[in-house]
Structure formats: structure tokens, C-alpha cells
């Protein structure tokens, strides 16, 4: 019997960096998605985590249940949530170098296995919307994404702290004769910031580099 596949032990490259800043090649990878704008305080923006939780959790469960399962099917525990953060289109046109919170435009994520191919996502997605009446569903998304080069690290404490580890990676990307891509940035979070106090939380900081 195939062990668990834990992303915690497996992939420390991707999701447990150290505390300084890193160059890294980040593969194409499956997630479901959701996308929102505003800030993360709004209540939706727990809803959107509630209904990506609600298909990772029926994607890795079912098919225990089923009389077949997936091709290349393995346990494993679920992948973090991650989001991708950035400004919308007009205030990035008028930019003053002040982020207002509700100006922010995010895609959530949670990671999938790779056995995760389009129909069965489609087939979990249909068993999640019979276990649960949560109209979020319908704008879950399934999609491969590409980072390739990144700079990242792990960031230590509040979400409002962030620009000082962010200004460690701008220097660094600098020092390794790297050109950061664009001001949108990749978070994973290693702490629930719903029930993690504001100093201990961890978070992976993640920025395209070329």
C-alpha cells in the first residue's frame, strides 16, 4: 500500500523555504481556483475559502468511496490554500504607491494531485454540489498553472508586515541580476490566519522573475 503523500515532507522546496530569499523553478501545476476583488475582511472572502475546501475535501474523500478510483490514484493530504494578489486595472493605471485593501484583485487556490484531470474534477465538483447547496461552486475553476523562475521566502508575522520581507526579495532578485516581473505576488499559507494570532503567522512569499 502506497504511503500518504504529504506535501509538508515532499516538497519542502515549494512550501517550506527558510526565512531568506530563494530563487526557485516552480513546475505547472493543477489547482481549483475561485477569483474575488475587495478585502480579504469582506465576509465573502471566507466564503470563497469555505467552497474551495469543500471540493478539496470531496476530491480527496470520494474516491475511498468509489467502486473505481482515478487513474494513478494516491492519498495524500490536502495542499495549502494560496492566493495570487494583485491591484485592479485602474488603480494600477493611477498608482500613487498607497494599496487601499478594497482596491485588491486575488485568485484563491488550493493545489491538486496530479490523478486530478478535467473530468474528474467535473464528476467531484458535481458530488460536492449534492453534499452541500453552496452557490460558490459554480465559480470554481480547474486550471494548470506556470510560475517557472520565482523568487520567494518564508515571511514571519502579520500580512502587514509583508513589505519588509518583500523588500529583502527585491534586493536579493537584484543581487542575482534578476528583473522581478510585475507587482502581483503569489501568498500560501502555512498558518490558518482565521484562528493563528497575527505574530505567528507563516507564509510563503512568492514573486515571477526573470
Not at 529583502?168 to 534578476?178: D, I, P, S, V
Amino acid at each position: 500500500m502506497q504511503n500518504k503523500h504529504e506535501w509538508r515532507k515532499k516538497e519542502k522546496d515549494l512550501y517550506l523555504p527558510k526565512n531568506q530569499p530563494e530563487i526557485i523553478d516552480v513546475p505547472q501545476l493543477k489547482f481549483i481556483t475561485i477569483q474575488g476583488e475587495g478585502s480579504p475582511a469582506d465576509s465573502i472572502f471566507t466564503d470563497y475559502i469555505g467552497a474551495l475546501y469543500s471540493l478539496a475535501y470531496t476530491i480527496k474523500m470520494m474516491p475511498k468511496k468509489m467502486d473505481v478510483q482515478p487513474k494513478g490514484y494516491f492519498d495524500f493530504t490536502v495542499y495549502p490554500l494560496e492566493g495570487v494578489w494583485s491591484i485592479n486595472d485602474e488603480v494600477i493605471a493611477n498608482f500613487k504607491g498607497i494599496i487601499n485593501k478594497e482596491d485588491l484583485v486575488y485568485k484563491l487556490m488550493i493545489r491538486q494531485p496530479d490523478f486530478v484531470d478535467d473530468s474528474f474534477y467535473e464528476e467531484m465538483l458535481e458530488v460536492a454540489k449534492k453534499k452541500k447547496n453552496n452557490l460558490l461552486l459554480e465559480q470554481l475553476n480547474f486550471e494548470r498553472i506556470s510560475e517557472g523562475r520565482c523568487v520567494q521566502m518564508l515571511h514571519l508575522g502579520s500580512f502587514d508586515d509583508e513589505s519588509a520581507s518583500f523588500d529583502r526579495m527585491e534586493e536579493f532578485e537584484k543581487g542575482a541580476g534578476l528583473v522581478r516581473i510585475s507587482k502581483v505576488h503569489r501568498e500560501i499559507y502555512l498558518s490558518d490566519f482565521r484562528k493563528v494570532v497575527p505574530e505567528n503567522l507563516k507564509t510563503v512569499l512568492r514573486f515571477q522573475a526573470k
